[in-house]
């Protein structure tokens, strides 16, 4: 745990966390920093928000959006790890620790994607945001309330993460609901014309996605313009939009909350389900899949790997066939894609384990190999048999050489 009691010497609860870089954006009203655990050093997020009024809305809102992201448990909802709430300089201080992530728009600043690659990626993280919300609205009957892309948060594998649960409400509106008493948070562009003039009959009468599917085509116009939505109006640009995906978008932000379309629908979308999606799902569920289905999918996956962004094929497929191969989940003919992705040493170095080094199916001739494009002499890093001969020597520490050098 991050929070820990200091009995020793009397004191409350203490971060134990090195808090690094403050990112330049952040959901509502937190701020979000990186860190690192004092323990292991090991990669974390923290989102911190402070009020002098330990009572004030936008704290206890907070608290309902830490309580909330304790109990959610899915693969697109970013993943919980300690909190803590503290007294520090006269302000009540609550923070939050999470997975190691960072702002959607600034991963995409970075990654400066373009045209197919672009699209493919964009298509994905938009998938996992729809499932996201799906699964709120459908499977645990609940509203998010402000859906954006500053509600999108993302791992160091370029996976998209939901997050920002401070309103979330039931769909039934019972008791003390945060959506209600601070929809203040909600900045006008973002809301439903229910939600603006604050009919919670309304809200409740709807269907439980009919907020949220706004939401979502805000969010879609966020990601697919590049830009943050600073009036209602920019929702009529429609040019920004894939052809593919207009129609669910058009449906989404429907005035009339009962035909708006349900995120679960959306999640069918064939634009949304492309050839990224069918790699990373099946590499991630290749323990269920038969040995015919696991070499007619590995003789494809050379030919589908130029159509997939360099970068999630370096940080996400990568790490991805390393795990398979090293399990034994992955046949033979799964070492060809690994190489291909991994044209430079370093990069193999990053992500390969030894035991992937020592265990690959016998024969491998790298020399036999039309993908083996790190040529010799190639220093093995550690003990380990050496991926690039031929007679398969074992290499013995850093000053050895392949024997093809």
């Not at 402000?146 to 997050?163: E, G, I, P, R």
């Not at 009919?199 to 706004?214: C, H, K, R, T, Y």
């Not at 590049?226 to 894939?242: F, H, M, N, Y």
């Not at 996956?301 to 130029?306: H, R």
Request: aromatic share 6%; with cysteine; charged share 15%.
């Amino acid at each position: 745990m991050f929070a820990k009691l200091s009995a020793l010497v009397g004191g409350g609860p203490a971060l134990n966390v090195n808090i690094g870089h403050q990112y330049d954006t952040a959901w509502g009203c937190w701020t979000h920093h990186s860190c690192t655990s004092k323990d292991d050093g090991s990669a974390s997020s923290v989102f911190k928000i402070a009020a002098a009024d330990p009572n004030d809305v936008k704290l206890v809102a907070a608290r309902n959006g830490v309580k909330r992201l304790k109990m959610l448990r899915h693969p697109n909802v970013l993943a919980f790890k300690d909190s803590l709430e503290v007294q520090e300089k006269g302000q009540t201080v609550l923070y939050l620790i999470t997975e190691a992530v960072r702002p959607l728009a600034t991963v995409l600043q970075e990654l400066d994607l373009s045209g197919q690659h672009r699209d493919e990626y964009l298509a994905t993280g938009m998938l996992h945001m729809t499932n996201a919300v799906s699964f709120i609205n459908n499977s645990c009957n609940m509203i998010h309330g402000n859906l954006c892309m500053a509600a999108v948060v993302v791992t160091d594998s370029l996976d998209w993460k939901l997050h920002g649960f401070d309103l979330l409400s039931e769909h039934a509106l019972t008791g003390d609901f945060a959506l209600k008493h601070a929809s203040w948070m909600v900045a006008s562009q973002y809301k439903p014309a229910e939600l603006a003039k604050c009919e919670w009959e309304a809200v409740q009468q709807g269907p439980s996605w009919a907020v949220d599917s706004w939401g979502l085509g805000c969010m879609m116009q966020e990601v697919f313009s590049g830009q943050p939505l600073s009036a209602v109006e920019q929702l009529r640009r429609t040019d920004v939009i894939p052809p593919a995906l207009l129609a669910d978008y058009q449906k989404l932000l429907s005035s009339q909350t009962g035909r708006r379309l349900n995120p679960s629908k959306v999640a069918e979308s064939r634009f949304l389900n492309n050839k990224l999606v069918e790699v990373v799902g099946f590499i991630e569920n290749i323990s269920l899949k038969d040995s015919a289905e696991k070499d007619s999918f590995f003789k494809k996956l050379p030919a589908m790997i130029p159509a997939i962004p360099e970068p999630v094929a370096v940080r996400k497929l990568l790490p991805l066939l390393s795990s398979s191969l090293e399990f034994g989940g992955a046949p033979a003919s799964a070492v060809s894609s690994l190489m291909l992705i991994g044209r430079c040493a370093s990069c193999l170095l990053s992500v390969l384990p030894l035991p992937v080094l020592a265990v690959l199916p016998l024969p491998f001739d790298c020399t036999a190999s039309a993908v083996c494009l790190l040529p010799p002499p190639f220093v093995c890093a550690a003990p380990a048999v050496c991926l690039y001969c031929p007679c398969r020597l074992s290499c013995f520490g850093a000053a050895s050489r392949c024997c093809l050098a």
